[in-house]
């Protein structure tokens, strides 16, 4: 698995020795950036994909126990978090509007830096959700409905870090702006 927290280490001393060129240290860390942001986006996703052997697992038990009619709720859980791991995992390297400037608003970058430590917080929460909730002995029903709010959660944060990104490429005020 990607592990954000070690991506920076494995810069060489060459690149250490490329960035005293004019110009190619503000190309870096465009390439930085971008790398960033796909390296936090495919963790998550890849956390998420692993939380679905558990409801895959789960939903076995229920056949196994005769609840067929609960099925249909888990699968549109399962449903909802493969579109959001999808729409994670799937968008393109960096925002090219946003990840393509040398120079950036430090306001905006942290906003949506908030949003990405925000989203990951979400995402391991998410998780562990699947993990208690299928193994407690709460309804199916009860189950898939707290699945799906926290689904929804998750992707509104994603929408709203969208949002802050073309807030940067258009000049549209973001929540931290007057």
């Keep these: 698995m990607i592990d954000p ?21 503000g190309y870096l860390e465009k390439e930085y950036r971008r790398e960033s942001d796909y390296v936090v986006r495919a963790w998550m996703a890849e956390l998420l ?13 229920l056949v196994e126990s005769l609840q067929i009619d609960d099925l249909p709720a888990i699968e549109r859980a399962r449903a909802r978090l493969d ?35 925000e989203m990951v917080g979400q995402v391991e929460e998410l998780v562990a959700a699947i993990d208690q909730l299928t193994s407690s002995g709460t309804g199916p029903k009860e189950v898939a409905s707290e699945l799906l709010q926290r689904i ?27």
């Design 49 to 61: 994909q692993k939380s679905k052997v558990t409801l895959d697992t789960y939903s076995r038990t």
């Design 83 to 117: 579109q959001v791991m999808s729409k994670i995992r799937g968008d393109v390297r960096g925002y090219s509007a946003f990840f393509g400037f040398v120079n950036v608003d430090e306001q905006r970058l942290d906003a949506v830096y908030d949003q990405d430590m």
């Design 152 to 178: 929804g959660d998750l992707e509104q944060r994603y929408l709203r870090r969208h949002e802050i990104l073309k807030g940067l490429a258009d000049g549209t005020p973001t929540e931290t702006e007057p």
């Design 5 to 25: 927290e070690r991506h920076a280490e494995n810069r060489g001393w060459i690149e250490s020795k490329l960035r005293k060129i004019p110009g190619f240290r």
